[in-house]
Nanobody, 124 residues
Framework: QVQLMESGGGSVQTGESLRLSCTVS????????LGWFRQAPGKVREGVAS???????TYADSVKGRFTISQDYAKRTVYLQMNSLKPDDSAMYYC??????????????????WGQGTKVSVSS
């Protein structure tokens, strides 16, 4: 069983930055996928970014060039650095894990374990 806990959400203004963190209880093995997702009120949950065990990353078009996903293997922590934030980025942000996997993407269906979420609000 993998447990994840997000932190770092908050309220900021347009153009500001936030860094989200997600601590993972275990990777489950040497190959895994980690992803960040978000869900705004009244909207479906969508993928934001993913990173796999060798550091390969993918990003949704809406965040490319503004968000960066990274990980600290020793700390079992995955980060989402969010720059140039916009009101449309306001949402609950979730991290998720998929152990024993390669070829990661930010497709929701691929992920098995989810955190409880951290809220990001961006005002204009």
């Amino acid at each position: 069983q993998v447990q994840l806990m997000e932190s770092g959400g908050g309220s900021v203004q347009t153009g500001e930055s936030l860094r989200l963190s997600c601590t993972v209880s275990t990777y489950g093995g040497s190959n895994y996928c980690l992803g960040w997702f978000r869900q705004a009120p009244g909207k479906v949950r969508e993928g934001v970014a993913s990173i796999d065990s060798d550091g390969t990353t993918t990003y949704a078009d809406s965040v490319k060039g503004r968000f960066t996903i990274s990980q600290d293997y020793a700390k079992r922590t995955v980060y989402l650095q969010m720059n140039s934030l916009k009101p449309d980025d306001s949402a609950m942000y979730y991290c998720a894990a998929r152990p024993f996997a390669t070829g990661c993407s930010y497709s929701l269906a691929e992920y098995t374990y989810w955190g409880q979420g951290t809220k990001v609000s961006v005002s204009s």
